[in-house]
């Protein structure tokens, strides 16, 4: 009998409540513009399928297995799907976008309510206090992605008596940020300066040593050597500016002197 009694009360509250907050929309113009806004904006949270993969990397090695770098294994299995990728991305940039521009006007409206008496009852501080709490509670919710990518990588013992392995998820957020920053790492690579500085980081000790055992340690331009008292410098036959390969077949030994003459001139 008493419970039956709390759930009759409790269905009496629940119907008064609704009925009150009813008659707030009905009475604030506010309100009502909020619902407009969020009509505007119902796109937002239009990205409802969930979205996952699963990878897997056996890796052969102990030392592979605990050096591994997640970065390079997450872009790797990012490339391979790019034009997905790219798409969910962008899609994930355009909601944030839309957010920030609903968010603005949300803030807007407040504003113009707060300075223009938009509450036909302000005076009236309950009807003020539902009229602010409903305003916030039915402010569209940040939009989330339902994304998720495992990254799974194990290494067993060649006789099978070890066994590791080690995982890294992703959520949207996270991809978001990781393919920003892959992406703008690729348009690094695609540029001429970077190419360039691939191209001299290549010029190793290894590598001049080479070249000027090749060239017996001499400028192959004037003949001199350390002996006469000249620097010796390995230098670009075709110049790296010029798309100029840093192999032993385009490098020369050439002393100070021609080497500033020579310049980048063929």
Known sequence: ?????????????????????????K?????????????????????KKPFVRKYMRQLSTKNSYDNLNW????NEKINIEIPTFSLLAYHISEQRKMYFQYEMAYENLRHIANNLNFHKK??????????N???????LPHPTFPMRLEYLASYTSPK???????YKILYAEEFYQNFLINEEAVKKSQTESYRRQLE??????????????????????????????????????QPVSKNGKT????????CADCNLGKSNIL
């Open 200 to 237: 001299r980081n290549k010029m190793t000790s290894k590598v001049r040593v080479a070249v000027l055992q090749r060239d017996n340690y001499k400028c192959r331009y004037c003949g001199r050597s350390a002996r006469d008292g000249v620097t010796l410098h390995v230098d670009h036959i």
């Open 1 to 25: 009998m008493i419970i039956f009694i709390l759930l009759l009360l409790l269905s009496i509250f629940l119907i008064g409540v609704k009925y009150v907050q009813k008659l707030t929309f």
């Open 71 to 74: 970065n390079t294994f997450i």
């Open 122 to 131: 302000k005076q009236d501080f309950v009807f003020y206090f539902l009229e």
């Open 247 to 254: 192999e032993i077949c385009n490098l020369q030994t050439l």
């Open 27 to 47: 009475n604030s113009l506010l309100l009502q513009e909020l619902l407009k806004l969020n009509s505007q904006y119902a796109t937002i949270h239009g990205w």
């Open 160 to 166: 099978g008596r070890n066994s590791y392995s080690k």
């Open 133 to 139: 709490y409903l305003y916030n509670k039915f402010k």
